[in-house]
Structure formats: structure tokens, C-alpha cells
């Protein structure tokens, strides 16, 4: 008798997700929009759960095939409709023209349980535009300088630690990864949290620690968005915050204990924290709440926290793929040094005017974000129906829609053998040649990636500052045919990037 109810009941709770899950299999048909078979559990599906296929190259068999025919495509990630845009021109559209109503992520907030999720990226309409517009001074040319800096004595930190790498390394073997996200922690904690947190010099270091917690979920992470993509409830019932807390009240508390030290020593620094609390003050007597975001501690906390979750594993991986494909083609990493070390002495040193003047760094740091990019994938959501161009079709907020910048980035029409490395794709001749919607590391339009002159400037001087001093070579630990880690969001090269370090003369 039990056996029966316990079997009725799961015949019905599996017809109920059944149902659940399919019942929106008509949107695209509805709309008469070109569309993936939703039921297919293999071929050209795409979206659900990337468990046996990298995140970035879920859009891969999708493009290939519909691109030539059709400037978009619809398709479902779990249950919800997904139009893939495939033109440059309605991709301009979406992230520029009609930023009005793309002006989403479509990315859930839990004020309550989760502090760290208000945040910028995840912000909507006039609270995303008022803390935009308020953080957005930030990165002006001016701040950066006044950064560079508390950045510039990082990098010798980071040759030190090379150096001693390689000299302790089997047959001078240094796995690059590793140094290169301590690096980017050490960079992050003084910029936005304003810490030394010690990451190059000790590899214990509690800062380092917790950075590795926040990444080595992935899996959880993966779960989390396939069940929030199923329905947004999951962000509150499933158990998420008590497994993220621990990382949650290290950061939560760690800006509060700054901005208290601050206040107490009447410290003043040129870094994220004290942009922010200036903020704050300049906020105290604004009521409008609705329209406004209050730079509480937490808020704080939350932006640093995104800070940091978006300038780790993105700049290690861009500047170590950078080093591995240099290692591969020594001409050019000669000639990359070789224009280290002659703006170097034009300008006295590693300075931000010698760095601003590296052509070939930066070509060199665009052509690595083209191959690698960390984010294969744009997101939108329409925030009111919109009725696409030349046809009758209107989608509306119960569909997202996607960029796919991973396979724009790799197609021979815009960029010709695009597994070639080539940094003379980005000289202003090449540029001029293409539509600028093709390529989009940082994304376009109001949203665009708030920090991209900050990033650029930190992996060009983390780049520069590494071949001024070493140089990079195959070893026999080098995977020359990079295998990236399948569970990972972004392009992650499994086993990390082995070379062999030596000095360069002086
Ligand atoms: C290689 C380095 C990086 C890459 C490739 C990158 C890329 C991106 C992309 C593609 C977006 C979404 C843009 C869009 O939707 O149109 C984004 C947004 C964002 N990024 Fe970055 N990013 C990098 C480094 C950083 C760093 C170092 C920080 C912070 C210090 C940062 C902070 C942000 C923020 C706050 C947003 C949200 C902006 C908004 O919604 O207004 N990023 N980034």
C-alpha cells in the first residue's frame, strides 16, 4: 500500500516537472521565430546544464548553423526561451540602441539573505544607473594614475616570486596560474578593499585562502544557476547562503572593520574603499530609496566582493594564456620585451606613461582576451515586450536574451584562422575592418565593463613587468595544445599553464 502511494506519488511529482519544464516548448513556434528543438537532449540543443561541455562553447554547434541564414535564433535554458542574437547589427541594437529595454541582466537580488548580491552587475533601472554613475569616476584616467602606484610595487613583488619559483622548479618549470591569481588578489585587496594581503609572498595567506573558497565552487555555483534559471525561488530555498557564508561574512566583515579603521586613524587612500566612503557621506541626506542606493557597510562589501570575483581568475587566465601563446612564438615575445625595455628607458622606469605607450603589450593582451576570453556569453533581458526588426515577432521578459561572443570572436569571417594568435589584428587598419560588435571581452553599450581601462592596465603592466625581467619557454610540462577544464565558466586551462622561466639579460 505504501509502496503504491510512494510510486503514484512520484509518477505525478515527475509528470508535474514534466509539464513544468516543457511548457513553454511553443514560445519560439508561437512567434514563428527560427528555433533549436527544445527536446532534443543532444545535437544543436545548447542550453541546460554544461556538464559535458564547456560553458563558452555551448553556442558553438547554434551559431555554426543558423548564423549564415538567420540573424537570431530562439532556444531554452531549462525552461526558459533564449534568443540567441547572431548579426552584429542586432547585437548593436540590443547592448546600445534600444538599451531602454535591454537594460537587465536578468540576474536575481536576495536583498535579505544575501548582501552580497546587490550589487552592480546584478542592479536593475534606476538603482543601477545611480550607483553606475557614482562608481563610474572611479576608473577615470585620472584615478588610475593615482593607483598605479600601490599596483607598480605588486609587480616586483611578483618577479621576486618568479625568480624564486624558478630557480626551486623542476628544470626551471614555473606553473603560472597560480602566481598570476596571487597576483591579481594581491592587486584587488589593495585597490578595493584596501589590504596588503600578502598573497605573493605567502601562499597561505588567509586572503588567498578565501579567494580559492569563492572559485573552488564551482559545481555549486553550476547547480545554483541551472535551479535559479528554473525558477528564481531556488535563490531563497535552497541552502546556498549558509554554504557561501563563511566567504560572505569574511568579506562582509572585513570592510567593516576598513572603514572603521579608517574612520578611527583618519586614514585617506587612493583605492576603491575611499571612493566609496566618500559616497556614503555625500548620501547621508538623500530619502529617495526607491530610486537610490545608500552606501551602507554591506553595500560596500558587496561591490569590493564583485570587484574581486570579476579581477581574479579574468586576469590570470588573460595574461597567463598571453605568456603561453608567447612561449610558443618566441619572434614575438623578443620583440614584446624589446618594447618594454625601450619605452622603459624612454620614461624612466615601469611608469603609467611608459605602460599607456606599450602598442604591442596591449595588441598582444586584446588578441589573448579574442582566443580566451573569460566571458563567452553576454546576457539581457528585455524589461517590456519588443517587437523585433522586420517581422511581426515581440518577445517579452519571460525570455533572455544571449550575445555569443566566444563564437563571434572565433569566426573566420570576422577574424580569418582565428586560432592563430595574431596581435596585428588589433592595429587601427584591422579594427577599422570589421564591425565593432564582433569583438566584445568587455561587452558594449551603458553596461559595458565598468573597470575594462582598469583591467588593461593591470594585465599590461603584470605582462610587462614579467618579460622585462624573464623570459618563457615550452617545457617538458607544457600542454602546447591547451585542454581547458570543462567545469569551469570560463576558458580555464586544466593542470594550470607549466613553463619554463629563466632570466632575461639585462
Ligand atoms: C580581463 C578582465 C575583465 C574582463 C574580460 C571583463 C569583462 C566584463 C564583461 C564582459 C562584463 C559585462 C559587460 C556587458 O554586459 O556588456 C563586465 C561587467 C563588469 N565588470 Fe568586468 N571584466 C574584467 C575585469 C574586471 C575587473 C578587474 C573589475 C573590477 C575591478 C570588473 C568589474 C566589472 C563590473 C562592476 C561589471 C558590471 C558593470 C555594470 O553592470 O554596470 N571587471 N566585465
Given amino acids: 500500500m505504501l509502496v503504491t502511494a510512494v510510486l503514484a506519488l512520484t509518477a505525478a511529482l515527475v509528470a508535474f516537472v514534466c509539464v513544468y519544464m516543457s511548457w513553454h516548448f511553443d514560445y519560439w513556434k508561437k512567434r514563428g521565430i527560427p528555433s533549436v528543438n527544445a527536446l532534443s537532449l543532444t545535437g544543436d540543443r545548447g542550453g541546460g546544464l554544461p556538464f559535458n561541455k564547456s560553458f563558452w562553447k555551448i553556442l558553438d554547434p547554434i551559431y555554426n548553423k543558423y548564423k549564415k541564414q538567420h540573424a537570431y535564433v530562439g532556444m531554452f535554458q531549462a525552461r526558459r526561451p533564449v534568443l540567441v542574437v547572431l548579426d552584429p547589427e542586432m547585437v548593436k541594437m ?34 543601477w544607473k545611480n550607483l553606475r554613475s557614482k562608481l563610474s569616476p572611479t576608473f577615470t584616467s585620472g584615478k588610475l594614475k593615482l593607483m598605479f602606484p600601490l599596483m607598480a610595487d605588486l609587480t616586483d613583488d611578483l618577479s621576486g ?7 626551486t622548479g623542476e628544470k626551471g618549470q614555473v606553473e603560472m596560474k597560480d602566481l598570476l591569481l596571487r597576483y591579481a588578489t594581491d592587486v584587488i585587496g589593495t ?27 564551482n559545481l555549486l555555483f553550476i547547480i545554483r544557476f541551472f535551479l535559479v534559471s528554473v525558477h528564481p525561488i531556488f535563490m531563497k530555498l ?38 566609496m566612503m566618500q559616497l556614503r557621506d555625500q548620501d547621508r541626506h538623500v530619502t529617495d530609496r526607491l530610486n537610490h542606493i545608500e552606501m551602507t557597510s554591506d ?18 587566465n588573460t595574461v597567463g594564456f598571453s605568456l603561453h601563446e608567447l612561449a610558443l612564438n618566441p619572434e614575438l615575445q623578443q620583440r614584446a620585451a624589446e618594447e618594454v625595455r625601450a619605452l622603459k628607458a624612454k620614461h624612466g622606469g615601469l611608469t603609467y606613461e611608459a605602460l599607456r605607450d606599450m602598442d604591442l603589450i596591449e595588441r598582444i593582451i586584446r588578441e589573448s582576451l579574442r582566443k580566451w576570453g573569460p566571458v563567452g556569453i553576454l546576457t539581457r533581458e528585455p524589461k517590456e515586450p519588443f517587437q523585433l526588426p522586420e517581422t511581426k515577432a515581440v518577445v517579452d521578459k519571460t525570455c533572455m536574451v544571449w550575445i555569443p561572443v566566444f563564437q563571434m570572436a572565433h569566426d573566420p569571417e570576422y577574424f580569418p584562422d582565428p586560432e592563430r594568435f595574431d596581435p596585428e589584428r588589433f592595429t587601427e587598419e584591422s579594427k577599422a575592418q570589421r564591425h565593432p560588435y564582433t569583438y566584445l571581452p568587455f561587452g558594449e ?3 559595458f565593463c565598468i573597470a575594462e581601462r582598469f583591467a588593461i592596465l593591470e594585465m599590461k603592466l603584470c605582462l610587462a613587468g614579467m618579460l622585462d625581467k624573464h623570459h618563457f619557454v615550452v617545457g617538458d610540462k607544457t600542454a602546447v595544445e591547451i585542454e581547458t577544464d570543462s567545469r569551469s565558466f570560463s576558458p580555464t586551462p586544466k593542470g594550470g599553464f607549466w613553463l619554463r622561466v629563466e632570466q632575461r639579460a639585462e
Avoid: W
Wanted: hydrophobic share 40%; proline share 4%; charged share 25%.
Fill in 161 to 167: 616570486a618568479l625568480t624564486q619559483l624558478a630557480a
Fill in 299 to 316: 553595500v560596500m562589501a558587496a561591490q569590493a566582493f564583485l570587484f574581486f570575483i570579476a579581477g581574479l581568475d579574468s586576469i590570470a
Fill in 445 to 447: 553599450g551603458p553596461r
Fill in 94 to 127: 540590443v547592448l546600445t540602441k534600444e538599451f531602454s529595454t535591454f537594460h537587465g541582466r536578468g540576474q536575481p537580488i536576495d536583498e535579505e539573505n544575501d548582501p552580497m548580491s546587490l550589487n552592480l552587475f546584478n542592479l536593475e533601472g534606476p538603482r
Fill in 191 to 217: 585597490v578595493a578593499f584596501g589590504i596588503e594581503c600578502n598573497s605573493l609572498k605567502n601562499d597561505k595567506a588567509e586572503f588567498h585562502t578565501m579567494t580559492r573558497e569563492v572559485f573552488n565552487r
Fill in 238 to 275: 535552497m541552502p546556498f547562503k549558509k554554504l557561501f557564508s563563511k566567504c560572505t561574512n569574511f568579506f562582509l566583515n572585513l570592510m567593516k572593520d576598513t572603514v572603521e579603521y579608517r574612520e578611527e586613524n583618519k586614514i585617506e587612500r587612493n583605492d576603491f574603499v575611499n571612493l
